[in-house]
């Protein structure tokens, strides 16, 4: 990439970038698997988290899903986390996410749609 | 009562590794309408007008501190960013250094651009890996892009970020003792005035402010400082971050307006104590900060109502403690940190704190009288009045406090040489009730020493010459048949 050479190239990336990270605008139902990859969530397991989440998206061959490392969401009691975002409806956080967790996630969430109502946790924050 | 975003509005929600994210969620644009559209001068102002204090602990207003480093005479300034998070239990700026680095850089190079400099360091401690390499990949990604570094966006601003890795002192996150480092000098603070905004890095105007106060610079910029202004309270504006641990249900990173009571933080958002037992005290300020204790729990909190009462905002880390907690223990432990974090330089902090170390080991081992009780109060209050930096006149702050809200915790210490949290070993028993004990033999067979005696289906008893207070027995007992007194 080059060199942002004026304020009005930030302005035409930013409405660009805007339009390429908005969901809504994308085409069937889409998911991103956002995984909370601050050192706490690494320390409780988001690495594997994370692989785990790779290697069920190869397996069953979905294409709608995109997997993303983000930072501390707050909900240290409930490390690790993977908020679902959707196309459709809003984001769906999950705590306490493990390897067997992660896989349902895939399974229930992505492929039937269902979430996983035991694993959901409630979010404090108004944005 | 739900958690405002402002500090954090990214963490969580962008990959702090793509630039392209960061941008989409309005970065850098605060960066380009300063350098492209305002003044110096402007920016100072609406930083001024926002009420923006030092997220830090102290509560310098940060407009104030850029307008007087701006007029400080000089044509090489710098900006400092102080990442040296030492307080136990306190992660507010690795949380935002990992979550959201580039709001940190941009904010940098905002302050640069008001006060004049060309030259950023971040100082950081080497036990943040993450954080660290974050830093660095970022500014490395901005700066290929044109947003840091020579002729930002095609202006004649250049401005470049350094990272400098301290080695974790607790005293190196006291600004002149943090200067002192960064030019490979001991970790040592110096006499104010001259601060470091007229005299600071390699003896040039120099402003350090906290990772959270540059968290919040661009959004102010973007949204108006009147915007900001109506959050919070009076005196303090927009919100604060805290590091919510202890025993409390949902342990956590939470941002809420100035403000907030610590009911509120604690039942609404923190999901109440642990067990549903009866909230004790809250610890805020780290090793710097006092205990506030139950009374307090519906008062406002922010920067003034918690000097006040005793305590200080200090950088956000919130220790809540319950009835299993004695009060002479937290003191001490937290006077143990700073008594082992003195640098040493002036004497009210290296012996004074010693030696107020050493009463409060003689009240929690029984050897106490009264007169050490009152003794302690009037030397904490010398260490404070005497004492060279901010790490000494903070540090009795913890036994004053808790002297104060407690004191009849510290009089069955010293009177009565009991502990009525049951933690400081020396002054509790374990005995076993006979009625109640049925000789299923677990608390001798998980005795450590092992100094407890009996029969299969017979009383046991503790032999209270060889036991060492470990508390296993009581913990394994299911027919609660052990006290601990």
């Not at chain 1, 993977?82 to 229930?108: M, N, T, W």
């Not at chain 2, 000789?439 to 046991?460: D, L, Q």
């Amino acid at each position: 990439m080059d060199k942002i050479k004026s304020f009005d190239e930030l302005k035409y990336l930013n409405t660009k970038y805007k339009s390429q990270f908005d969901l809504t605008a994308s085409k069937g139902t889409q998911y991103i698997l956002a995984v909370g990859m601050a050192t706490c969530g690494i320390a409780a397991g988001a690495k594997d988290v994370m692989e785990t989440l790779y290697k069920e998206i190869l397996a069953n061959g979905i294409k709608n899903v995109t997997v993303t490392s983000t930072g501390c969401l707050g909900y240290c009691y409930a490390e690790p986390v993977v908020e679902v975002r959707s196309s459709k409806g809003g984001p769906v956080l999950y705590g306490g996410v493990d390897a067997a967790k992660a896989i349902r996630i895939i399974k229930e969430h992505i492929i039937n749609g269902n979430p996983l109502k035991d694993a959901i946790i409630e979010r404090s924050e108004v944005k | 009562m739900k958690n405002i975003r402002i500090a954090l509005r990214n963490c969580g929600v962008i990959d702090p590794e793509k630039i392209e994210e960061y941008i989409a969620h309005d970065g850098y644009m605060a960066l380009g309408k300063v350098i492209h559209e305002m003044t110096p001068e402007e920016v100072i102002e609406s930083i001024q007008k926002s009420g923006l204090r030092g997220r830090g602990g102290g509560g310098f207003p940060t407009g104030l501190k850029w307008d007087i480093t701006r007029k400080s005479p000089g044509d090489v300034k710098y900006i400092i960013c102080n990442a040296d998070e030492g307080d136990p239990g306190a992660f507010m700026d690795r949380s935002i250094l990992e979550g959201d680095p580039h709001s940190v850089l941009e904010a940098m190079a905002i302050a640069g651009y008001c006060i004049g400099a060309k030259h950023g360091v971040i100082y950081i401690r080497a036990e943040y890996p993450l954080a660290v390499n974050r830093l660095k990949y970022s500014i490395a990604q901005a700066e290929k892009l044109g947003l840091l570094g020579h002729n930002i966006m095609g202006s004649d601003f250049s401005f470049h970020i350094t990272l400098n890795l301290g080695a974790g002192a607790f005293v190196c996150g006291e600004e002149t003792s943090l200067i002192s480092s960064v030019e490979g000098n001991r970790g040592e603070p110096n006499v104010k005035p001259p601060f470091p905004a007229e005299r600071g890095l390699w003896d040039k105007p120099t402003s350090i402010n906290n990772v959270e106060t540059f968290a919040n610079i661009c959004p102010i910029i973007l949204k108006g400082d009147a915007w900001f202004a109506s959050i919070g309270t009076e005196k303090s504006k927009g919100t604060k971050v805290f590091a919510l641990a202890g025993k409390i249900n949902n342990v956590g990173l939470i941002e809420v307006p100035m403000g907030t009571t610590l009911r509120e933080i604690i039942y609404e958002i923190g999901g109440g104590i642990q067990g549903n037992r009866a909230f004790k005290a809250a610890q805020t300020g780290g090793p710097s900060g006092g205990c506030i204790p139950a009374q307090f729990l519906d008062l406002p909190i922010d920067y003034d109502s918690l000097a006040s009462i005793g305590s200080m905002m200090g950088s956000g880390g919130m220790i809540i403690m319950d009835e299993d907690n004695c009060m002479v223990d937290i003191a001490k432990f937290y006077l143990e940190f700073t008594v082992d974090e003195s640098c040493g330089k002036c004497t009210p902090c290296r012996i004074g704190n010693k030696r107020l170390y050493e009463k409060l080991v003689r009240i929690t081992s029984g050897e106490a009288t009264l007169h050490t009780l009152k003794s302690m109060k009037e030397l904490g209050e010398i260490i404070k009045d005497c004492s060279l930096c901010g790490l000494g006149q903070t540090a009795p702050n913890p036994v004053l406090s808790t002297l104060k809200y407690f004191y009849e915790e510290y009089e069955a210490h010293v009177s009565e040489k009991r502990c009525p949290a049951g933690v400081c070993t020396s002054l509790i028993t374990f005995t076993i009730n006979p009625e109640k004990c049925t000789g299923c033999t677990v608390c001798a067979r998980n005795c450590p020493v092992p100094c407890i005696s009996g029969e299969r289906k017979e009383a046991h008893l503790i032999d209270q010459s060889r036991c060492i207070k470990c508390g296993v027995c009581f913990d394994k007992c299911r027919f609660d048949a052990i006290t601990k007194q």
